[in-house]
């Protein structure tokens, strides 16, 4: 049996904890759907093309990784792709509650559709884009929060 599944989020930056949780999908499943959230009621730091580019770079030797966007929808954009499953990191019991009822949600919309959580390595528990972004905005070191290969780029950006 061919798996996919998508491993949706705005990914703005994406952190070390975005690529742990999609490395071990990899790991897990045949294909691995990255989703980059289109959200036109948010303001990202970096546009979806920049963040699409940025995971890309960041995933360049998992061969069963793509990297798409979307609009609309997680449920509908699932059921569009044939694809039954969502995976969904969880750093603490705050992310369980919110992602339980996304989980829900996306049952009601699309029956089909189930929602596999992985729990966040211990090292990055903590860590969430806001953070990155709000750190390196203040001229902090984010080098163990984000991947070394576009470290730099995010650094720039941030600190302008």
């Keep these: 049996m061919n798996k ?15 690529l742990d949780i999609i490395t071990r999908a990899a790991k897990m499943f045949d294909r691995v759907i990255v989703a980059v959230l289109v959200n036109s009621a948010k303001t990202p730091t970096f546009s979806t093309e920049e963040r699409i580019e940025l995971l890309r770079e960041a995933v360049g030797g998992l061969e069963n990784v793509e990297i798409v966007s979307f609009k609309g ?13 969502i995976v969904k990191g969880l750093r603490a019991v705050s992310d369980f509650e919110y992602e339980f ?16 959580f992985l729990a966040a390595d211990a090292d ?3 860590l969430s884009s806001s953070m990155v972004r709000e750190i390196a905005s203040m001229g902090g070191d984010i080098s163990n ?13 941030l600190r302008k």
């Design 73 to 85: 929808l997680l449920a509908e954009y699932c059921k569009k792709c044939g694809v039954g499953t």
């Design 124 to 126: 990055s528990t903590f």
């Design 101 to 116: 009822q996304m989980a829900l949600a996306n049952k009601k919309l699309n029956p089909e559709l189930e929602t596999v």
């Design 145 to 157: 929060f984000v991947p070394a290969c576009v470290h730099d780029r995010i650094v720039e950006r």
């Design 4 to 18: 996919t599944v998508i491993c949706p989020g705005s990914f703005d930056p994406v952190t070390l904890g975005h």
